[in-house]
């Protein structure tokens, strides 16, 4: 449970990190005073963020996944292990 929690913070912080980039970068190419380093560098930024956006998603929905299948398997024992009713 812990470990899915600090999975969604972090995929907070890169999610922040994907709009500012890329607010970063919008505002620099309108306002049009930013360098042609300066885009590369907030184009790599964005890219890296990106990346690791999508990495932490699916991070996220592997572990709860398996949590799914294993209280799904809990259920499915309890169920197995209760005695058998008559009619």
């Known amino acids: ?9 972090l995929r907070a912080v890169y999610a922040g990190g994907v709009l500012a980039w890329t607010l970063s ?13 300066q885009t590369v560098v907030l184009l790599v930024l964005l890219a890296a963020f990106l990346v690791l956006l999508l990495w932490s998603t ?6 709860t996944a398996r949590r799914t299948a294993e209280s799904a398997a809990g259920v499915a024992g309890v169920a197995a292990s209760a005695p058998a009713e008559r009619p």
């Open 58 to 63: 699916w991070c996220l929905w592997e572990a």
């Open 25 to 37: 970068l919008l505002l620099s190419t309108v306002w049009g005073e930013g360098s042609a380093r």
């Open 1 to 9: 449970m812990r470990s899915v929690t600090q999975l969604r913070q």
